[in-house]
């Protein structure tokens, strides 16, 4: 049975830290890219980070870059997102998606790309 679970979201401070959390089960992250996505009330879905694990390739929303560190354990199947410095605009449900095709294009900035699975969201809220 192929799944991806998304959590690790939950209420912090600005300033503050979370590791989201993506666990894939009935396939290999390595032979995937693994993107987050984030979308907060009113607003689009907004790419906010990608990693392709077989050659390490990350790639970052401007908005997130020096903050957001995405990684990947092939040993427990997981892809993280470590948020620090939290922002109140960073407030959103945070999404996992999987894509068999290995590049982190159309990640970040959107375009025309389709995802073979995603996880539940998981509900980041960051307090002013």
């Known amino acids: 049975d192929v799944q991806l679970q998304a959590y690790g979201g939950g209420l912090v401070q600005t300033g503050g830290f979370l590791r989201l959390s993506c666990a894939a089960s009935g396939f290999t992250v390595d032979d995937y890219a693994i993107a987050w996505f984030r979308q907060a009330p009113g607003k689009e879905r907004e790419g906010v980070s990608c990693?392709?694990?077989?050659?390490?390739?990350?790639s970052y929303a401007d908005s997130v870059k020096g903050r957001f560190t995405i990684s990947s354990d092939n040993a427990k199947n997981t892809v993280y997102l470590q948020m620090n410095n939290l922002k109140p605009e960073d407030t959103a449900v945070y999404y996992c998606a999987a894509d068999n095709w290995p590049h982190c294009t159309y990640v970040v900035g959107g375009g025309p790309r389709e995802y073979d699975y995603w996880g539940q969201g998981t509900q980041v809220t960051v307090s002013s």
């Open positions: 990693i392709v694990s077989s050659n390490g390739r990350t």
